[in-house]
């Protein structure tokens, strides 16, 4: 017995809101359910028609991005992602678009130091590191790498 083969009749006005429902921002999922298609076949509708398959990739409007760059002075991109109802990579995708991965004029992710502070920060672990490494006597580097390496 032969499979039956599934072939959609796709009519010109479910192509029209095909096209609507994708510029919407809608998933193909979303629209597959709506019109009774498969997913399948809704992505190869939008490749037809010339726009993105996989509305997933589609740029997002300019003031839900404006929202997201308002949010990252407060937010890190997981929150922003729960409280928008995004995935956590299209938050990261307008960081790197706009090319900071901080708020801008926040120095260190988590703590508030400046490179002068981290200098002296580093002057300091060097110092402790040599008085150490003199009191029981071992050189520097093995003290180094000894301080870096997970030891219990």
Do not use: C
Not at 95 to 102: H, K, T, V
């Amino acid at each position: 017995m032969k499979r039956k083969q599934y072939r959609p009749r796709v009519t010109a006005e479910q192509t029209k809101l095909i096209n609507v429902f994708t510029l919407a921002g809608l998933s193909q999922k979303n629209i597959a359910k709506q019109l009774g298609f498969l997913p399948v076949t809704i992505g190869n509708i939008q490749r037809l028609l010339g726009i993105a398959p996989r509305s997933g990739r589609m740029p997002l409007p300019t003031a839900l991005e404006n929202k997201i760059i308002r949010m990252h002075k407060k937010h890190g991109s997981p929150t922003i992602a729960r409280l928008l109802g995004l995935p956590k990579w299209r938050v990261e995708d307008v960081f790197r678009e706009r090319r900071f991965l901080q708020t801008p004029g926040k120095i260190s992710s988590r703590y508030y130091v400046n490179d002068r502070e981290k200098r002296a920060i580093r002057r300091k672990q060097r110092a402790f590191e040599k008085e150490i490494s003199k009191q029981f006597g071992v050189s520097e580097i093995w003290m180094r790498r000894f301080l870096r390496r997970r030891s219990k």
